[in-house]
């Protein structure tokens, strides 16, 4: 007697069963993405997230996509060629250029935005001035190669729904207020200079933020990342979307061919055998969170744990592993296993530990970083990629991989310094937590953090010489358009340079972390899982950080982990319909795919 088949095939009868076409798998943008697209396709979808809420990372992400060649910029008189993007992506990822899935992406780009834009709740705003990182590359761009969502109130969001979106990160909020990128940050750091329209502008945000917790007991100006998400789960509900919280996938189901057909699930009420007659997509965030994969694949991390991600604590390889164990190729030949972004830890009073990103200080005037020798190690105008990358390249082996941000009392009460906001805001919190350090010399702020105090002296002094002439001789910060877009336009000769000058001086220590992982399932051009000899596997889809990035472990451009997810996911949920022509304007792709979303 086989016990073991006898207790599941015992189980398999105990479990409830649902039929659907799709299942998505992951609740992120890759896989709201697919599920929307399925769902206007006609098809019956389910999505099954593990965590109480969805979102994932993409609720604590900035929101922007990279998108080049969108309908936005275009309506802007912008018309840009595929072969320009092309360039700029063959300079940039050099031997991990894959000219099928580079392909597949720039085609179905500006379809993929015309889609949600024309046809679902999912608006857009252009990234009128957001630059590609590399603006000395041939083919880089200099604005409208980005979209953002476009914020919305969620009080259009039925309360059911809104129950299951998931938060803004506190860390990157004003009080679980989110602020967006551009105009609205803007006017918040203007309010901190006193400029009456900025403080206007802060002071009505401030106050209908105020009176959303006491109605609502939450934020409910989505802008970003919740602003995405709450989009998608909108279009998702509007088009009859199952969308499930709470509901771990446990294991893949597969038919006597070998065909993915659904997964076993659990769920609040017990077991679910989810059948999918089309097909499963695997959207589940990545491996940012798995302390084993982290150990093997990221430098500098010897025991798994010498690493804080951005991304929610779900996110720790499920999906992956679900591929994995119906013969998927886990495609981990990347430059980087990681989307590395700079962050600081903030300690709270009840023990816990916040992390934060360093995502806009790092440009502005008057602030440069600092290993533990005192020197520099990186152009800190340069991408959230860059700075972690060059921190880890300058660690030496066996050493604690870390860095210092430096600036004076002028830079902190006009910019935020990692989670210390400017004025109004105080500093004695962030004091006396220690999150910030503070010296009245720059000396005496060195023995406080540990630095080498001559050699972080000198730094000071040249890097102000510099500063003050506009120039940075040593990593050349404020060369491109990126660099001077992220400073302050107020600061000339160079938006990005300022000396650091006035004291007392401050600093906060930043360690590597990331947005999620670029390693993951390889996939084809249609988004189909492949198997150790390159075959589709029947059946499996995946999109999102499960899927190996495009990019090829590069970070190019801001936005290359939510435009390549939206897109991807795109394109999977149409292969799963078998769609022909495309939605926004009914045009054929440049070669039709034979559709293989069907069950036969």
Not at 166 to 177: D, I, K, N
Not at 513 to 533: E, I, P, Q, W, Y
């Amino acid at each position: 007697m086989n016990e073991p088949a006898d207790r599941m095939a015992t189980a398999s009868s105990q479990r409830r069963t649902l039929d659907c076409d799709v299942l998505v798998i992951g609740s992120g943008a890759g896989g709201l993405s697919a599920a929307v697209t399925a769902a206007y396709h006609g098809l019956k979808v389910i999505v099954v997230e593990k965590a109480e809420v969805c979102g994932g990372a993409t609720s604590w992400s900035g929101g922007w996509a990279w998108t080049p060649g969108n309908p936005l910029a275009r309506a802007a008189g912008v018309n840009e060629d595929k072969e320009t993007f092309r360039t700029y992506l063959r300079h940039r990822l050099g031997g991990q250029y894959q000219a099928d899935k580079v392909d597949a992406f720039l085609e179905a780009v500006p379809h993929m935005v015309g889609f949600f834009q024309d046809k679902t709740s999912l608006q857009f705003v252009p990234g009128a001035r957001i630059n590609d990182v590399y603006g000395n590359t041939p083919g880089a761009g200099t604005g409208n190669r980005s979209v953002g969502p476009e914020p919305i109130n969620a009080r259009r969001i039925r309360p059911e729904l809104r129950a299951k979106m998931r938060h803004q990160l506190y860390e990157t909020s004003f009080l679980g207020m989110g602020i967006m990128a551009g105009p609205d940050l803007g006017k918040f750091l203007s309010a901190s200079q006193g400029n009456l329209q900025g403080l206007f502008h802060a002071g009505w945000r401030s106050a209908f933020h105020l009176l959303d917790l006491v109605t609502h007991r939450r934020n409910m100006q989505l802008v970003n990342g919740t602003a995405l998400t709450g989009r998608l789960m909108k279009s998702a509900d509007d088009l009859g979307v199952d969308l499930r919280v709470s509901t771990p996938a446990r294991r893949l189901l597969t038919d006597a061919a070998g065909k993915v057909t659904g997964a076993v699930v659990d769920s609040p009420e017990g077991g679910l055998q989810i059948n999918a007659s089309r097909g499963v997509v695997l959207a589940a965030g990545g491996f940012p969170n798995d302390v084993q994969r982290r150990k093997e694949l990221f430098p500098n991390t010897p025991t798994g744990r010498e690493h804080w991600t951005l991304a929610p604590k779900e996110t720790n390889g499920d999906g992956i592993s679900l591929g994995q164990s119906v013969g998927a190729r886990f495609k981990t030949d990347v430059k980087s296993a990681a989307a590395w972004c700079p962050v600081s830890l903030v300690p709270y009073r009840n023990g816990r530990t916040g992390t934060f990103p360093h995502i806009m200080d790092r440009a502005k005037p008057g602030s440069i970083g600092v290993l533990r020798t005192g020197k520099r190690f990186v152009n800190e105008a340069n991408g959230y990629y860059d700075y972690v990358a060059a921190m880890l390249e300058a660690t030496p082996e066996g050493a604690t991989a870390e860095s210092w941000q430096i600036a004076d009392s002028r830079f902190v009460r006009r910019f935020p310094l990692g989670m210390a906001k400017p004025l109004p805001v105080p500093l004695f919190p962030y004091l006396r937590s220690g999150y910030l350090k503070k010296g009245r010399t720059i000396e005496e702020l060195a023995a406080n953090c540990g630095i080498d105090p001559a050699a972080l002296q000198q730094t000071v002094a040249e890097f102000n010489e510099n500063a003050r002439r506009g120039v940075d001789p040593d990593f050349g910060r404020g060369e491109t358009a990126f660099n001077r877009y992220g400073g302050d336009a107020r600061t000339q000769p160079n938006p990005s340079l300022g000396p650091i000058e006035q004291g007392p001086f401050y600093a906060v220590r930043v360690v590597p972390g990331s947005f999620g992982t670029f390693a993951g399932l390889d996939a084809d051009a249609r988004s189909r899982v492949l198997d150790h000899n390159g075959e589709p596997i029947a059946g499996l889809y995946v999109a999102g950080n499960d899927q190996a990035n495009v990019m090829g472990g590069h970070y190019p451009a801001g936005g290359i982990n939510l435009g390549p997810a939206l897109t991807f996911g795109y394109i999977a949920g149409r292969d799963l319909a078998g769609a022909a022509a495309y939605e926004d304007d009914g045009t054929l792709p440049d070669a039709v795919p034979e559709p293989s979303g069907s069950a036969a």
